[in-house]
């Protein structure tokens, strides 16, 4: 299955500065939950979202800092364990990828995930939902 909406049609992004060590543990839950249901939603979009939908993956990028990000990537392709798509954020830490840029993550580097509706609804971002709580 490949999306072919080419919008961006996620929710808006709104970055923030946490304290890490404070948040890992806070936020397991929620990356438990979300790796406990992707398989679920990894099957719905292999077999069609519906018109004006969007598939999002959410991974953890890795400055040389030691600092890390919070990426969504926007789901093109599933290829057995391997995810295709473009870089869905204006990075803000982490550098060397640019917003748009093609790439390909594994499976198990999930975090979390997100469906967008056209209608601005989402389903998902277990994560994204409860860090947004934290402001």
């Known amino acids: 299955m490949v999306d072919t909406n ?6 808006a992004d709104t970055p923030q ?11 397991a839950p929620h990356i438990q939950k979300a790796k406990a249901t992707y398989a679920a939603v990894k099957e719905r ?12 993956v959410t991974i953890r990028l890795r400055a040389t800092s030691g600092h890390w990000e919070h990426a969504f990537i926007k789901v093109l392709g599933i290829e057995g364990t391997t995810i295709i798509g473009l870089m869905a954020t204006h990075l803000q830490v982490v550098t060397g990828y640019p917003y748009g840029q093609r790439m390909m ?3 198990h580097t ?6 967008s509706s056209q ?13 947004d709580t934290l402001k």
């Open 45 to 56: 979009f292999l077999k069609g979202l519906p018109a004006g939908s969007s598939f999002f």
């Open 17 to 27: 500065a946490i304290n890490a060590d404070a948040c890992e543990e806070a936020i």
């Open 6 to 11: 080419d919008k961006y049609s996620g929710p």
């Open 110 to 115: 999930i975090i979390d995930w997100l469906i």
């Open 105 to 107: 993550v594994e499976e």
């Open 119 to 131: 209608d601005g609804s989402e389903e998902g971002n277990f994560v994204g939902k409860f860090l």
